[in-house]
């Protein structure tokens, strides 16, 4: 669905890393039907940040579309845009928030917070959600609470379920070599051992042959 209300452009001030220009950002953003100031709106919010993050899935489909769409050509000349322009989803993921972040950070973490109903309720602000005392077993103000908060949330729920902490690649390591030190070990152990067993044959055959001969 075509989205394009040039008037409804706002603050071009946002918070990714985006070199798209402005005229590129808001043609952009008023197809898809995202408000133009959504991605400069309250930016350690962490209930503004999960709002993006629905906003860029939900808008990832229409994304990979944009060559067989020609509402979508229209649009950019209505913008006076060159009509080739064919956008992918890490040009619109950069007018909010690095890429690199959105994909290590902002998706692992939300995705996992989706699997629990009231920490939903509460990142989509619903009628009848849970206080913020009831849920982190904290007060502060609701703008304050961060992506780290919500990472150690969800840790506590992982070691709530009996979830091992994961491991990092320092310690993997170590474990690594300990288990590399144990095999040497053992078979130096096993191979020490197999040799006493062909001295000690070799020597009980000398012996039996002397008393051969007796």
Avoid at 78 to 97: H, K, Q, S, Y
Avoid at 164 to 176: D, F, H, I, L, N
Avoid at 193 to 208: D, L, P
């Amino acid at each position: 669905m075509r989205h394009p209300s040039i008037a409804a452009s706002a603050s071009s001030n946002t918070e990714g890393p985006s070199a798209l220009s402005t005229k590129h950002k808001e043609a952009l953003l008023t197809f898809l039907g995202i408000p133009t100031e959504l991605p400069s709106q309250d930016p350690t919010s962490l209930r503004a940040a999960y709002a993006k993050f629905k906003v860029l899935v939900s808008s990832s489909k229409q994304m990979s579309n944009l060559r067989s769409n020609q509402e979508w050509t229209d649009h950019l000349e209505e913008f006076g845009i060159e009509t080739n322009w064919f956008p992918v989803f890490a040009d619109l993921a950069n007018i909010f928030i690095a890429k690199s972040q959105f994909y290590a950070s902002w998706k692992p973490s939300f995705k996992k917070a989706q699997g629990y109903p009231k920490m939903v309720a509460w990142l989509n602000d619903d009628s009848g959600c849970d206080s913020d005392s009831e849920l982190w077993g904290k007060t502060k103000d609701t703008d304050d609470y961060s992506l780290g908060d919500l990472k150690d949330w969800l840790g506590k729920k992982d070691v709530a379920k009996g979830k091992r902490p994961a491991t990092t690649g320092s310690s993997a390591g170590k474990k690594e070599k300990k288990k590399k030190d144990k095999r040497v070990t053992s078979e130096s152990s096993s191979s020490e051992s197999s040799e006493e067993k062909n001295v000690k044959a070799k020597a009980k055959g000398k012996k039996g042959k002397k008393k051969a001969s007796e």
